[in-house]
């Protein structure tokens, strides 16, 4: 796995979690990176994405105004950090970091993924 998920947790709604991708060997940095996430019996979807120097982002509608993708993208590093703010149950779910020549709203699926990491937010 090239890509590295971490940061899910648990967390009662209202709270905020972050997230974030990280690519060790820097394969990506020329790459869009993002999110989807994944809940049992549903199509994977589309989160949040952002371009290899960060000036295009998109966000899926449902966490516009909660959500927030940035990069570093650096000599040394690549990392794309999700920060979850404002947390419903409805957010609960599998995320999963993922990296295209261009992602989108309109992006189901990707060329590249990391694994999965937990989501878990309570009424």
């Known amino acids: 796995v090239q890509l590295q998920a971490s940061g899910g947790g648990f967390v009662q709604a209202g709270g905020s979690l972050r997230l974030s991708c990280e690519d060790p060997g820097r394969i990506f940095r020329s790459y869009a990176m993002g999110w989807f996430r994944q809940v049992p019996g549903k199509q994977r979807e589309f989160v949040a994405s952002?371009?290899?120097?960060?000036?295009?982002?998109?966000?899926a509608d449902s966490v516009k105004g909660r959500f927030t993708i940035f990069r570093e993208n650096a000599k040394n590093t690549n990392t794309v950090t999700l920060q979850m703010n404002g947390l419903i149950p409805e957010d609960t779910a599998v995320y999963y970091c993922?990296?295209?020549?261009?992602?989108?709203?309109?992006?189901?699926?990707?060329?590249?993924w990391g694994q999965g990491t937990l989501v878990t937010v309570s009424s």
């Open positions: 952002i371009n290899w120097n960060g000036d295009t982002i998109y966000y």
């Open positions: 993922a990296a295209d020549s261009n992602i989108g709203p309109h992006s189901v699926v990707a060329s590249y």
